[in-house]
């Protein structure tokens, strides 16, 4: 079942018109648009090298495109001025593909990072903070001491998130946040997300190529292919665009599979124009 959208009337956190990336010769983006709705859990797939990595980090303002506007919270964080950068990731939490957990740091530690390099919080608050963020992450506090060596990649996971959301941003990120789990620990985390997403009143963006984690948690999907968002909605509406990505993708036995879980009508062979779905496709 994926995630209803907390929107509040449809407010745009994430404005990109026009984006165009390149690396030398190498196109990625050409002329790309997307909006993302405060309260929203969005998922962006692509095939390798569509650029959905890439994408994040511009929002994020880690890399700067070629040409178009990306906006945050109303801000273009690519503009001359910085010091709304600096506000925009105080707003916002990033979870690494690999936790990217300071290996010379423990378990608390690690979380309490992010609070210390505010600068203006008293070390026992800071403490207090990092072990509710541990608390709500589903990480007992007789593994605060531990070092990341000694974790296993579920628990790894899990701090990572905690330190994500230790500055209590509104936005959070996800890169590829079920990979390397067991089936298991996989469906824990999502529910850990889900539960965040409801309780923080988070808008989420993520990256996934996990069917599983993209239907269970989105509330909607752009789909990457020939360097733009080729298609944009929920997983009803996307799965019946016809795009020879979006067939293969979503349409092979583990799209299959995965879209069990939804609307019988996802499984429908209609196309969206018979269907007048409302999927929004890229120009």
């Known amino acids: 079942m994926t995630t209803s959208a907390n929107t509040d009337n449809n407010e745009h956190i994430i404005d990109i018109a026009h984006l165009c990336t390149q690396f030398g010769r190498t196109v990625i983006h050409q002329d790309l648009n997307l909006q993302i709705q405060r309260g929203e859990i969005f998922s962006i797939v692509g095939g390798s090298g569509s650029g959905k990595t890439v994408l994040m980090r511009q929002i994020l303002g880690l890399e700067t495109p070629k040409r178009g506007v990306i906006k945050v919270f109303g801000e273009d964080i690519h503009a001359p001025e910085k010091q709304h950068l600096h506000h925009l990731r105080r707003r916002s939490g990033m979870l690494f593909q ?56 579920g628990m790894i996971k899990r701090i990572a998130l905690a330190r994500a959301i230790a500055l209590d941003p509104e936005l959070l990120f996800l890169d590829e946040p079920t990979a390397g789990l067991d089936p298991d620990s996989s469906d824990s985390f999502v529910s850990l997300i889900q539960s965040l997403h409801q309780s923080l009143h988070l808008t989420v963006v993520m990256v996934t190529h996990d069917l599983d984690t993209l239907f269970a948690l989105s509330s909607r999907i752009g789909v990457i292919a020939d360097k733009k968002m080729i298609a944009i909605g929920n997983a009803q509406e996307v799965v019946q665009v016809s795009h020879p990505f979006i067939q293969t993708y979503f349409r092979g036995g583990r799209g299959m599979r995965a879209m069990e879980v939804l609307s019988p009508h996802t499984s429908s062979t209609s196309s969206p124009q018979d269907t007048n779905t409302g999927v929004h496709y890229g120009k």
């Open 98 to 153: 690999h936790g990217a957990l300071y290996s010379a740091l423990n378990v608390i530690e690690n979380v309490a990072q992010p609070l210390r390099e505010l600068g203006v919080l008293p070390e026992s608050l800071i403490m207090d903070i990092a072990y509710l963020k541990l608390h709500m992450s589903g990480i007992g506090f007789e593994h605060a001491k531990k070092m990341p060596a000694d974790l296993s990649g």
